[in-house]
């Protein structure tokens, strides 16, 4: 097939469902020390909707907060700044995720699941580490693969040679798209948060997320975006076709302090987070 490159699939960024307006404002702030509390209410009190999600997600048992809570004010005091980020983009990222992605072998809702087990492990990790378990690492694991709703497409018209080159030449999937379209997943995705105005760590994570770059190398957003989609994988989290050619790095662990034993200790931490995830993220729950 005739070979793409950015600017061609253009067009097809700007299909996707944008995130709502207020979600936008929100991602474009999150790298932005001075943003708190009262900034966050200012931009989202007027949106009845996310508003009535925010309340919904905050009663969920991902948090498990101790009394119902019903106001925003009172969200807002228990959940601090973070929570709440997380809160309004995995409000806003979940109408983006329910297509099919054919390309991939992946059936509707299996991205989206696929993302959320990332997410949730990302912040398993983080917290594991003692590194802080923000709303950055959070958006860039939860977006990591959103490059595919938009490549999906030519995926699945060049499916037959992409898998030759996994097959025959021991290619990583990425790497084989970019061999036969021209372009991967985790660049188109990097290209939609710039078109969407995310913070550039956000940006560089998503398209570093397959170590593939030298700049990757020193990105620590990138490389823990990186090691919870690998674990991810491991445990067969709807993978799709692509998981099934992963490109293992297993220094990412040794830079993290991380040896095989400590493996199964986050596995153990994930599974019940998972659990818990499955009402905030409206989730059928299927790993």
Known sequence: MMKIDIAHILPDIKSLPPFPEVTQKVIATLDDPEVGIQELVEIVQYDPNLTANILKMSNSAYFGFP??????????????TQNLFKIIIASGATRLYGRCCNGYILDQGELWRHSVSTAVMASVISRWLGVPDGALLFTAALLHDIGKLVLDYYVHDAFTEIMALVKEGNYAFQEAERAVIGIDHAAVGGEIARQWNFPDKIRLAIAYHHLESPEALKNDLALLVYLADLLVIILGANLGVDGLAYRGHPWVMKHFGLRVRHLEQLLALFWPEMQKAQEFFNLDFRV
């Not at 019903?70 to 807002?76: E, R």
């Open 67 to 80: 009394r119902e809570v019903h106001s925003l004010n009172q969200a807002l005091l228990y959940l601090g």
